[in-house]
T-cell receptor, first 114, second 114 residues
Framework: DAKTTQPNSMESNEEEPVHLPCNHS???????IHWYRQLPSQGPEYVIH???SNVNNRMASLAIAEDRKSSTLILHRATLRDAAVYYC???????????????FGKGTKLSVKP | DSGVTQTPKHLITATGQRVTLRCSPR?????VYWYQQSLDQGLQFLIQ???????AKGNILERFSAQQFPDLHSELNLSSLELGDSALYFC?????????????FGDGTRLSIL
C-alpha cells in the first residue's frame, strides 16, 4: 500500500490560513490523493481529493506538486471548528477490491487558537 | 449530517456475548464499508460490500461477519466478544466502489466490553 507522511501536529491561529503538508513519494500514476478529517467524537469527514491538478471546494484547496510526490491541504481561514485530525490518504484507481477502502495513517492533529 | 445512520450509538455488553451493529447508507449509495477505531490501532478497514456482495476484506476477525441486505442497509455481527473488541465502529457509504469517490461516514457505534 502506498504510504503518506504527515506531521503529527500543527497549530494555527483563528482566521489565519493553514497549510497541512503530506509527502507521498511512492505514489503511483493512478493514485488519487484524498483528504479526510475527524472532528472530536465524530466520524471521519471527506474534505477534498485530486489526481494531478490543484482542486478547490467550499471547504478547502488541495495543491499537488508537479511530481505528485507531495501535496498540501489549504484551509483559507481557520476557525475553531476546523480543529481536527486531518488524514492524507492515497487511493488506487482500480475499481473495487482492496483499492476501494481507505487506509488511515495517524494524520495531523490541528489545533486552532482563538 | 452525512446521511449515514448507525445504530445503536452506544452498546455495553460482556465478554463472550454477541452484538449486531446496523448501518443505513446515504440514499443512492451502493457501497458500504465498516471500519474499527481503537486507541492503539487507529482507524482500520474491516470489510466492504457493494450492492449486496462482499467486495473487499481488511483486518476483520473470523468472529466478525457482515452482510448487506437488498434494501442496502448493512449489519456487522460481532461474536464471542473480547475486551479488546472495545472500540468505535464506523460505517461509511459511497455511490459506487470506485476509489475516486468520497466515502461518507456515520457517527459510529461505541462498543464497550465489560
Amino acid at each position: 500500500d502506498a504510504k503518506t507522511t504527515q506531521p503529527n501536529s500543527m497549530e494555527s491561529n483563528e482566521e489565519e490560513p493553514v497549510h497541512l503538508p503530506c509527502n507521498h513519494s511512492t505514489i503511483s500514476g493512478t493514485d488519487y490523493i484524498h483528504w479526510y478529517r475527524q472532528l472530536p467524537s465524530q466520524g471521519p469527514e471527506y474534505v477534498i481529493h485530486g489526481l494531478t491538478s490543484n482542486v478547490n471546494n467550499r471547504m478547502a484547496s488541495l495543491a499537488i506538486a508537479e511530481d505528485r510526490k507531495s501535496s498540501t491541504l489549504i484551509l483559507h481561514r481557520a476557525t475553531l471548528r476546523d480543529a481536527a485530525v486531518y488524514y492524507c490518504i492515497l487511493r488506487g484507481k482500480e475499481y473495487g477490491g482492496s483499492q476501494g477502502n481507505l487506509i488511515f495513517g495517524k494524520g495531523t492533529k490541528l489545533s486552532v487558537k482563538p | 449530517d452525512s446521511g449515514v445512520t448507525q445504530t445503536p450509538k452506544h452498546l455495553i455488553t460482556a465478554t463472550g456475548q454477541r452484538v449486531t451493529l446496523r448501518c443505513s447508507p446515504r440514499s443512492g449509495d451502493l457501497s458500504v464499508y465498516w471500519y474499527q477505531q481503537s486507541l492503539d490501532q487507529g482507524l482500520q478497514f474491516l470489510i466492504q460490500y457493494y450492492n449486496g456482495e462482499e467486495r473487499a476484506k481488511g483486518n476483520i476477525l473470523e468472529r466478525f461477519s457482515a452482510q448487506q441486505f437488498p434494501d442496502l442497509h448493512s449489519e456487522l455481527n460481532l461474536s464471542s466478544l473480547e475486551l479488546g473488541d472495545s472500540a468505535l465502529y464506523f460505517c461509511a457509504s459511497s455511490e459506487g466502489g470506485y476509489s475516486n469517490q468520497p466515502q461518507h461516514f456515520g457517527d459510529g457505534t461505541r462498543l464497550s466490553i465489560l
